[in-house]
Structure formats: structure tokens, C-alpha cells
């Protein structure tokens, strides 16, 4: 098969990039994704949850380590661990008059200990422990069909839940203490979000990994919060933001022998760095 190579004839390129069916999965499963995360992300940064997210992530290493040492699929065993940190984060951690001072501390303690799990599964389970190890990082090169029609049912509950609950969820991440006033129930909506959040960072992680999914979930939403205050165009703008660095990452790693993952994140931070810089620099200039 002759070495693949970027051109300046744009449709040449496209029809190479699809040419391969795992390619098609990739940029399936991958647009998916960046739905997904474009929205759930724009309320995790929006209620100050980016460092929840990022332990959500994490702990799917303790839980498909514990579901293959005890012979069952690790799926199962990152979606009970996520579920329970989501749960445990919810339980001891936000509370209203505290702002996010206890939720730091639940989340940090959940994290550390879900760690000290996994290691310790590893330990006791003696085998080879690269399958665990690849949730990390994920496949998203190597996804087959049932992958893409798990992602595709788990961003359609997911973003579906979210428009469910979106205006009281908004109202309560704004100002959660005029929201309780007015009988929105904050501690619930709270539980709800994270539960929704847990189960699709479970079922994702696998495909994507940890680095990715995390990525998705801050980086272009901390970008849009940046560049509107207008909520619904925040929204659509996360997630065009997320589709872009999806799609242009892919695009790069075909062509390159450089991992999907880097050139993702790196577009998406370095969009997100430039938007503060000039976001800095007009505050500067501003008052001259």
C-alpha cells in the first residue's frame, strides 16, 4: 500500500482519509464523541467541575482493573466505579453555602483512593495488565462497528438527559443559591448531571481514553465560556470547537505517525491559549 500523504487538493485528501473502513469508525466514533463532550463539557466548566471530570477519567483504570480481577467485563467494572465516585462526589462533597471548597476535597480523597485501587488490583491479579493499561489511552484507531453503535446510543441518552434538565441545570450552575431559594432542587440536579457525566465517561473511556475524553470535556467549552456569555451559542460553539480538533487531529495522525491524542489535545489547548492571550491583551490595551 503506497504511503499516504496530504495534498493541496482537499477532496483527494477526504477521499483517502475515508478510503479505509476503520477510518470511518474512527471519524464516526470520534464526531460522536465531541457531541457529546461539547455539550456535557460546557456544563462542567460552567459549574466549576473540571476537576470532577478529570477523576471521573481517571478511575476507569481502578474499575476495568477490578472487573478483570474478578472475571467479569471490565466495561462493568469502569461503569460501578464511576458511578460510585459520581455518587460519593455528590454525597459528601458540593454543598451550597461551601462553594466548591468540600467538593475539591471529596474529589481529591476519591481520586487518590480509586488510584491506590488500581495498583492494587494489578498487584493481585499477576497477569499482563496491558488491556488494563489501554484504557488509558484508548483505540480510537482501531474501533469496530459495535463500538460506534455503543457511542452513538450512549451520546443520544446523554445529550437527550441534558436537554431534559438544561434550564434548571443552567439556572442552578449560575447561581445555585437563588436557584435552591426558588425551590430548584440544586443537590439533586448535582447528583443527576454527575450520574449522567459518570455513565458516558464509562462507556467512552474504553473507545477514547482517558486523556481524550478529558480533553473533550474542558478545553472547548473553557474556550467558548471565553469567546460568548450567551449560553445557547456557548453550547453550539463547545461543540463545533470540540468537532474541529476532533476531526483535524484525526486528519493529522492519518498522515503523520504521530498519536491521535497528541495532536487533539495540543489543538485544543493551543486554541484555548490563544484565546486568553487576546482575550488578555484587549483588557490591556482597553483602558489606554
Not at 481520586?111 to 484508548?138: K, M, N, P, T
Request: aromatic content about 10%; proline content about 4%; overall charge positive.
Amino acid at each position: 500500500m503506497p504511503e499516504p500523504g496530504p495534498s493541496w487538493d482537499v477532496v483527494a485528501d477526504i477521499q483517502l482519509l475515508l478510503q479505509f473502513h476503520f477510518m470511518q469508525n474512527a471519524f464516526l466514533a470520534g464526531t460522536l464523541v465531541a457531541l457529546l463532550a461539547g455539550t456535557a463539557g460546557y456544563f462542567v466548566v460552567l459549574r466549576g467541575q473540571s476537576f470532577a471530570a478529570h477523576m471521573l477519567s481517571q478511575v476507569g483504570f481502578p474499575g476495568a482493573a477490578a472487573g478483570v480481577l474478578v472475571h467479569v467485563s471490565p466495561v462493568l467494572g469502569l461503569i460501578v466505579f464511576c458511578v460510585g465516585a459520581a455518587v460519593g462526589i455528590a454525597a459528601i462533597g458540593r454543598e451550597v453555602d461551601a462553594g466548591q471548597r468540600l467538593e475539591s476535597a471529596a474529589i481529591g480523597s476519591i481520586l487518590a483512593f480509586s488510584l491506590g485501587l488500581g495498583f492494587l488490583f494489578v498487584r493481585l491479579y499477576g497477569g499482563s495488565a496491558q488491556g488494563i493499561y489501554a484504557f488509558l489511552f484508548g483505540t480510537i484507531l482501531g474501533i469496530t462497528d459495535r463500538d460506534v453503535q455503543l457511542t452513538f446510543a450512549v451520546a443520544l441518552v446523554t445529550i437527550a438527559s441534558l436537554a431534559a434538565i438544561g434550564r434548571p441545570l443552567m439556572f442552578a450552575s449560575v447561581d445555585p443559591d437563588v436557584a435552591q431559594a426558588r425551590g430548584v432542587p440544586v443537590r439533586m440536579l448535582s447528583l443527576a448531571f454527575l450520574l449522567i457525566l459518570a455513565l458516558s465517561v464509562a462507556i467512552t473511556v474504553q473507545i477514547v481514553g482517558t486523556l481524550l475524553i478529558f480533553a473533550l470535556l474542558v478545553a472547548p467549552a473553557a474556550s467558548a465560556l471565553q469567546l460568548t456569555a450567551r449560553q445557547g451559542r456557548g453550547i453550539a460553539l463547545s461543540v463545533a470547537l470540540s468537532l474541529a480538533f476532533t476531526w483535524l487531529g484525526l486528519a493529522l495522525a492519518y498522515f503523520t505517525n504521530v498519536p491521535v491524542g497528541f495532536f487533539i489535545t495540543t489543538l485544543a489547548f493551543v486554541f484555548y491559549l490563544a484565546v486568553r492571550l487576546v482575550k488578555t491583551r484587549r483588557t490591556v490595551v482597553a483602558p489606554a
